[in-house]
């Protein structure tokens, strides 16, 4: 049972490209959160998604970040041109049901130059 | 007011030791309590569920105060491999479904 996958493990992208992060649930798991971390600081919430809804993006910024979950494959964090201070970890974790455990993936690693 | 608080150390504590770790949080209506802990640049690894009856799972104790809301980690018999980062998360409240994360205690354990 493969757990929480995520893609790319590390992105480069230059200021005013977009970025897309990916990911894929453990099986049978339709709840998604996407968290970011910026170095030697704590996980902020960005945004939780149930398949095909936003249950709650209070965590993601106004502009810029969008998130989807589609019916049919991964979830999909996407960064429109982005800038120095978006370059963090961003974690992608899943769960079968609301306020339980989270399983997470390894994490994107976005460095924007 | 954070929704979720803790110490942020760093906790410096020889092998063997007792070491504990505390984190407040500030909505009454949180319904689900964990511990993860995060190695160095790796993701959060789900350590153990924090139930109000409390509980154990071999050298970690969980605790939950619902009235003073505070939640508790007690490792006993410190290992060098518990050197990591703990996080309290709580989840529920104003936002059902969401788990939200402290900004983590990080521990090193040396011999």
């Known amino acids: 049972n493969a757990g929480v996958m995520q893609n790319p493990r590390h992105l480069v992208r230059r200021r005013g490209q977009e970025a897309r992060l990916r990911c894929s649930p453990m099986k049978g798991h339709s709840h998604v959160y996407w968290y970011r971390q910026l170095p030697e600081e704590g996980l902020k919430f960005m945004v939780y998604l149930q398949k095909e809804n936003i249950i709650d993006e209070s965590g993601m910024p106004k502009e810029r970040f969008s998130a989807e979950f589609p019916k049919e494959g991964p979830s999909i964090l996407r960064i429109q041109q982005v800038v120095r201070g978006d370059s963090a970890a961003y974690f992608c974790a899943s769960s079968d049901r609301p306020n339980s455990p989270l399983h997470f993936g390894n994490g994107t690693r976005l460095t924007v130059t | 007011r954070k929704e979720v608080e803790q110490d942020p150390g760093p906790f410096n504590v020889p092998e063997g030791a007792t070491v504990a770790f505390n984190c407040t949080y500030s909505?009454?209506?949180?319904?689900?309590f964990f511990w993860y802990r995060q190695d160095c640049r790796k993701e959060p690894k789900l350590l153990m569920s924090?139930?109000?009856s409390g509980n154990e799972d071999g050298r970690f104790t969980a605790q939950l105060n619902r009235a003073s809301q505070y939640i508790s980690l007690l490792i006993r018999d410190s290992k060098l491999s518990d050197s990591a980062t703990y996080l309290c998360v709580v989840s529920g409240g104003t936002s059902y479904g969401k788990l939200t994360f402290g900004q983590g205690t990080i521990l090193t354990v040396h011999p």
């Open positions: 924090v139930y109000s």
């Open positions: 909505n009454s209506a949180s319904q689900s």
